[in-house]
């Protein structure tokens, strides 16, 4: 018996590859003609390693353990203390529905550098939508494996299916188009060239809902967070939405790879030093092995 964490924290996911790449002093920002890079698509061997990852015997179990402590759909989301029965686990029969697609989040990188040199979005792990037999939806994420270089694992589930949902959104704007999120103001937005769209209405009131040019998204983004990136005085008191805090402990009996993951979303939170709500649920439940 082992305790599975399945954590549902809405924000950035992997520091460490990206803790590096962020510019310390704002750099000033061009409005010259400049050819933007591409955010960079996902591979096809990925996205068929990560739909295989969340597709596995043990993950659909754990999506059954997640939809049994959530509760029916239509109920108020309560995540229950107690480890769902069996027959309650076996009961909600998930399964995947849809495609794996690629998750893009705002790239810290974008925030200070020159027009033109850092894509507004990366990617930051793959999503798979699943339904219990109650009509509850859920999201597995996957990532790459921190063990096993080729493979990839499912590290969180996430109630809802917002990932795939906006993704499906973003592609009605057009061949090309991607949806990305800005986790900080909980804001999702399609790209289209250099179009920013909003998606929700977080987004609305972010860019408005003519959306906004990719330049004058970046300035805004560097207005909000320019000032919170490493080596300044709020970065470095690791001040999060104006709380001090330190770094995330796994709890005892996590799952390593979770462990790790849970350490690289709490970091990543501290890149631009501001706070984020959890809006998805999580639950905790003994999976038997």
């Known amino acids: 018996m082992r305790t599975h964490k399945v954590s549902a924290l809405r924000t950035l996911i ?15 920002l061009s409005s010259a003609a400049t050819a933007v890079p591409a955010v960079p698509g996902a591979s096809s061997t990925d996205v068929s390693a990560a739909s295989h990852a969340a ?32 027959a309650a686990v076996a009961a909600e029969a998930p399964h995947l529905v849809g495609a794996t697609v690629p998750v893009y989040y705002l790239n810290p990188a974008f925030v200070t550098a020159p027009y033109g040199t850092a894509t507004v979005a990366k990617q930051e792990f793959m999503a798979t939508a699943a339904v219990s037999a ?25 109630s809802g299916s917002t990932e795939t949902d906006m993704t499906a959104a973003a592609a009605k704007l057009g061949n090309g188009a991607i949806a990305f999120y800005e986790p900080q103001i909980h804001a999702w937005y399609g790209l289209l060239k ?22 004058g998204y970046q300035r805004l983004v560097n207005s ?13 008191q690791h001040m999060l ?8 402990k796994p709890a005892s009996g996590t799952h390593n ?6 350490i690289g979303a709490a970091g990543l939170a501290g890149l631009f030093g501001i706070g984020y709500a959890v809006r998805r649920r999580r639950g905790s439940f003994v999976d038997a092995r």
């Open 14 to 28: 992997g520091a460490s590859a990206v803790a590096g790449a962020l510019v310390v002093a704002v750099a000033p």
């Open 55 to 86: 597709a596995s015997p043990v993950v659909l179990q754990r999506l059954g353990g997640f939809f049994a402590q959530l509760g029916p759909a239509g109920a108020p989301l309560a995540v229950h203390a107690a480890a769902p029965a069996a």
């Open 134 to 158: 109650s009509g509850q939806r859920a999201s597995v994420w996957t990532a790459r494996s921190a063990a096993h270089q080729n493979a990839w694992t499912e590290f969180n589930i996430a």
């Open 194 to 215: 250099e179009h920013v769209t909003p998606l929700n209405n977080d987004a609305v009131h972010s860019v408005g809902s003519a959306g906004i040019s990719l330049l």
């Open 224 to 236: 909000r967070y320019a000032d919170k990136v490493p080596g300044t005085e709020y970065a470095n």
């Open 241 to 248: 939405g104006g709380f001090s805090t330190g770094p995330a």
């Open 257 to 262: 790879e979770n462990a790790e993951m849970a």
